[in-house]
């Protein structure tokens, strides 16, 4: 079997069981889901969930998409001629109903290119998850780095680090004076089979990760979901929220390369919550628990903290 064929298995069998583990731990809300297709070529699955006990607002979606390259990406890719291309790929952003529960966003993809005679000439995996909190609870931040950091050790004892690097570096909104989107985990793309690593290697590297979704994150929500809340403490995460929107909209890859290539825009802004807040010079009262989160938007040593 060819690699994109296990890679587009292998997101359609992690769909199915992260959908499924999700809706276990809310026990309300289950997912929707939206089969659509795309004009030029492919299609996708998109599933919601809102309105449970647990999540607000989430979506766990898969596409396998292909066709012609748009120009914007045949200029972003440094490409002199026309290319074909095809796109597989699971995403998902999960919005917490508690403010104690954190947000999560994943995703992993593998992109081919063709020239005009289908003939393959490049391709290239990619992927990470991060981790959102509105309150901060540090034992969090190391379970879900640590998770990661053992879903990486196995491909590489380097490997977390240098990921969770581009991760710090990545989820960034840089018009807010380099503000961190939340506590990061690992993130990496244009990863290429070379000397030292086959695609194989890549692949199973992608799906060591994709399974520790669920060991990184349920254990997380499962501490926190009953814990009691105010309207201060919604008012907060929907301020947090605001900061979501703005990297989502300004500086995220995923949703600039969806709306260049007419990606399906109700799949892309699924990431959105349903509320957010923004307030004019705001900032949290001193020694407050929403101060400590703010301090600690920036890169730290959550295995070891």
């Known amino acids: 079997m060819q690699i994109k064929d296990q890679f587009i298995s292998f997101i359609h069998r992690l769909q ?14 289950t997912f929707r889901e ?11 699955k998109t599933r919601v969930i809102s309105n449970g ?15 012609p390259l748009a120009p914007a990406m045949i200029k972003h890719f440094g490409i002199e001629e026309d290319c074909n291309f095809l796109a597989a790929g699971i995403s998902l952003v999960i919005h917490p109903v508690n403010p104690f529960v954190p947000t999560v966003h994943a995703n992993w993809r593998y992109f081919e290119l063709y020239d005009k005679q289908g003939t393959f000439i490049d391709s290239w995996f990619g992927g990470g998850a991060d981790l959102t909190p509105y309150y901060l609870f540090k034992e ?26 581009v991760c710090d570096e990545y989820f960034i909104n840089k018009h807010r004076g380099d503000e961190a989107r939340g506590i990061g ?27 520790s979704f669920l060991k ?7 501490k926190r979901k009953d814990l009691p809340y105010t309207q201060q403490h919604i008012d907060w995460q929907e301020y947090r929220r605001g900061r979501y929107v703005e990297f989502n909209l300004i500086h995220d890859r995923g949703t600039l ?5 007419n990606g399906r825009i109700e799949s892309i802004l699924m990431s959105l919550p ?11 009262a001193p020694g407050s628990p929403e101060e400590e989160l703010a301090a600690h938007l920036k890169p730290q040593d959550w295995i070891n903290m």
């Open 185 to 211: 985990g690992i993130f990496y793309d244009y990863l290429r089979p070379d000397a030292t690593r086959t695609a194989d290697d890549l692949l199973q590297f992608s799906i060591s990760n994709g399974e």
């Open 257 to 261: 390369f969806g709306l260049k290539t």
């Open 140 to 165: 969090d931040g190391k379970h879900f780095h640590t998770t990661f950091k053992q879903a990486c050790d196995p491909f590489g004892a380097e490997l977390y680090d240098k990921y969770k690097k």
């Open 16 to 29: 199915d069981e992260i959908c499924a583990g999700l809706e276990a731990i809310d026990g309300k809300a």
């Open 274 to 284: 349903p509320r957010a807040r923004w307030e004019y010079d705001y900032h949290p």
């Open 34 to 44: 939206d089969k659509w297709e795309r004009a030029e070529g492919g299609g996708g």
């Open 53 to 67: 006990h647990v999540f607000e607002k989430g979506g766990v979606n898969t596409s396998v998409v292909h066709g």
């Open 216 to 222: 990184a994150y349920l254990p997380i929500v499962e």
